[in-house]
Nanobody, 120 residues
Framework: QVQLVESGGGLVPPGGSLRLSCAASGTISAIYFMGWYRQSPGKQRELVAG???????DYADSVKGRFTISGDIAKNLVSLQMNNVNTEDTAVYYC??????????????WGQGIQVTVSS
């Protein structure tokens, strides 16, 4: 059984910074993708940033230059450094791993979601 645990959310003023982290635990033999999604009320869940096997990184246009994703495969950990946040960044953030837990099982797993609120 694989579990993802997120940490680091909360209230931050516009222009401020916040760091989210997500650790995966359980039986993991390979990781293909680590990333962060977000969803605000009335909107669809969207990809914020992701790391593919081999190191390719992609960001949503709205966060390029402000957010930085980093991953540690050895620790099954992915982090999202959020700088110069604005009110449009307010959302529930979800980490996502595409991983293999056995020879027969490859699945996508989601964290429980963590609230980020940007407000003065």
């Amino acid at each position: 059984q694989v579990q993802l645990v997120e940490s680091g959310g909360g209230l931050v003023p516009p222009g401020g910074s916040l760091r989210l982290s997500c650790a995966a635990s359980g039986t993991i033999s390979a990781i293909y993708f680590m990333g962060w999604y977000r969803q605000s009320p009335g909107k669809q869940r969207e990809l914020v940033a992701g790391i593919l096997t081999g190191g390719m990184i992609d960001y949503a246009d709205s966060v390029k230059g402000r957010f930085t994703i980093s991953g540690d495969i050895a620790k099954n950990l992915v982090s999202l450094q959020m700088n110069n946040v604005n009110t449009e960044d307010t959302a529930v953030y979800y980490c996502n791993f595409d991983l293999r837990s056995s020879v027969w099982s490859r699945s996508a797993y989601w964290g429980q979601g963590i609230q980020v609120t940007v407000s003065s």
